[in-house]
């Protein structure tokens, strides 16, 4: 990391039962920081990763040839390009500059020595793709690289933990590692928040592990579908196609949004049917329409705050939920002007939150602080609620709760 002292690197570490030892080095000398964790968010070259032992096992795949260079194009210059001549994908990144393109040839196919004869092929293929004579100017920069598809097994040891980069590598393509990346932090960060204000145990660290390796297994398998999009030849109209099957798969897949923890020891199953979504998925993966409308503007908004949250819809006990903890927001999601003490209001009157989230009158859901749902239920009790929370791992709840906890 760089601070306004200069570079200042992790050298070495060593953990016990109750924190981490840290030695760092920096411009003015070392430095020893004791911490109750460490967590490694250092890139593929993870210092972290391999202190701890844990392989990034997988493989190396394709290399990509990529070079910077002026393109005489009408290419639009608002867009990333995916062009597709014989043999491979070629895409164009536009650069500030005019008449400036980043050029990536999925092939990798050229030398990075010869950037006369690296310009000369890239001029080919996008005249093959494009359909008219394309000339590109000898790079001012060329490199290849290889791509390596490789994941941990574990993303922590002890009071140690890995992210990002420094848990997967992987194809860049569809950008899909920035997203999961930033839930992982987002997976993590919630769950030590909670153990660092005393309102949970170190037990619930052990679902970071449980929810996150999972997913950086299936995103090798997914940005190597994207690879063998790009590299077996499917065509333009291929890409384009709305209806390709695997194509309207990965989109989904890119934004990470559609991920679930169905499986995991923080989601309560339903014992009921509903038509809303199950504990386990996103709460706010609604269209733009619903979005926008006034009840789920107001519940989106009240989800921002890191807290877990239960929404109690169209009425609640006269004297509030019941459930009086530091870590829990409750609010009434109502269609009219109801009040709730010890609650927030959530106006919904042309009822798009209860319809898109299958909620009717007494329905609960509770929300983890990652917008997820933990669990739902109907006929809303603070006992039953109670129940609930005290059956995840990890979290301090009380058996009764006391005002002003």
Not at 13 to 41: I, K, P, S
Not at 124 to 141: F, N, S, Y
Request: net charge negative; with cysteine.
């Amino acid at each position: 990391m760089t601070g306004p002292a200069g570079t200042t690197a992790l050298r070495s570490f060593a953990q016990d039962a109750d924190g981490v030892t840290a030695l760092l080095e920096h411009a003015r000398g070392t430095e020893t920081v004791r911490a109750r964790y460490l967590w490694g968010c250092d890139g593929g070259h993870s210092t972290v990763r391999r202190a701890l032992g844990l392989p990034l096992q997988g493989e190396s795949t394709h290399t990509w040839l990529i070079a910077d260079a002026l393109v005489d194009t009408g290419l639009a210059r608002d867009a990333l390009h995916w062009l597709f001549p014989p043999g491979g994908l070629v895409m164009l990144l536009p650069f500030p500059d005019a008449h400036k393109w980043r050029l990536l040839d999925t092939t990798g196919a050229g030398d990075p020595g010869w950037p006369e004869q690296v310009a000369a092929r890239f001029s080919r293929k996008i005249t093959q793709a494009l359909g008219q004579e394309t000339r590109v100017d000898t790079p001012t920069w060329v490199s290849a690289f290889t791509i390596q598809q490789r994941a941990v097994p574990a993303m922590h040891a002890g009071r140690c933990f890995v992210s990002g980069d420094a848990a997967h590598v992987h194809s860049p393509a569809s950008g899909q590692g920035m997203n999961t990346s930033m839930q992982d932090a987002h997976n993590l960060a919630w769950k030590l928040a909670m153990i660092l204000h005393g309102h949970a145990d170190d037990d619930l660290l052990d679902s970071y592990d449980a929810e996150r390796v999972p997913v950086g297994q299936a995103l090798l398998s997914s940005t190597g579908e994207v690879m063998e999009v790009a590299v077996t030849g499917h065509t333009a109209e291929d890409a384009r196609d709305s209806d390709h099957p695997v194509l309207r798969r990965l989109v989904r897949e890119m934004s990470g949004l559609a991920l679930e923890y169905a499986d995991s020891v923080l989601t309560v199953p339903t014992a009921t049917a509903t038509g809303g979504p199950r504990p386990g998925r996103r709460l706010t993966r609604v269209d733009a329409a619903d979005a926008d409308s006034p009840g789920w503007t107001a519940l989106r908004a009240a989800i921002r705050r890191p807290a877990w949250h239960l929404l109690v819809f169209g009425s609640m006990p006269a004297g509030g939920s019941g459930i009086d903890l530091p870590w829990l927001r409750t609010h009434l999601v109502t269609a009219g002007h109801a009040e709730a003490a010890g609650a927030s209001t959530i106006r919904d009157p042309d009822l798009r939150v209860h319809d898109t989230l299958g909620a009717g009158d007494g329905d609960w859901i509770l929300v983890r602080p990652d917008s997820y749902l933990a669990a739902r239920g109907a006929g809303f009790t603070a006992a039953a609620v109670r129940e609930v929370l005290a059956s995840i791992p990890g979290l301090r709840v009380p058996a009764e709760a006391s005002p002003g906890v």
